[in-house]
């Protein structure tokens, strides 16, 4: 198991940035794959994007092609998502996640095998 720690939500109005911080510890972080995946209030947990432990593989989801960036810093132990052009939609509770590197991060949330607490990203019109 790994542990993670989100960081960097707030309340931002509309067109302003956000970048959420995961920090983990307890395994050999290189080597896992990583998902941002948010809920709102009364939706289902959604993926937002992954990054592969192979650099470079991402994925996005539709909604926030383009506006938003998955990265990583291995010497940190910490995985990003830099978030632009923020909509109201953007609402909600975004966890960081954890899976082993044989598995396909972009089949979804159940994929996942290590989950941080989430922190709440709020975006006002």
């Known amino acids: 198991q790994v542990q993670l720690v989100e960081s960097g939500g707030g309340l931002v109005q509309a067109g302003g940035s956000l970048r959420l911080s995961c920090a983990a510890s307890?395994?050999?972080?290189?080597?896992?794959?990583m998902g941002w995946l948010r809920q709102a209030p009364g939706k289902d947990r959604e993926l937002v994007a992954t990054?592969?432990?192979?650099?470079?593989?991402?994925y996005y989801a539709d909604s926030v092609k383009g506006r938003f960036t998955i990265s990583r810093d291995n010497a940190k132990n910490t995985v990003y998502l830099q978030m632009n052009r923020l909509k109201p939609e953007d609402t909600g509770v975004y966890y960081c996640?954890?899976?082993?590197?044989?598995?396909?991060?972009?089949?979804?949330?159940?994929?996942?095998?290590?989950w941080g607490q989430g922190t709440q990203v709020t975006v006002s019109s």
């Open positions: 996640a954890a899976t082993d590197s044989y598995r396909d991060p972009t089949r979804g949330p159940d994929v996942f095998s290590s």
């Open positions: 990054l592969r432990w192979t650099p470079g593989i991402t």
């Open positions: 307890g395994r050999a972080f290189s080597s896992m794959s």
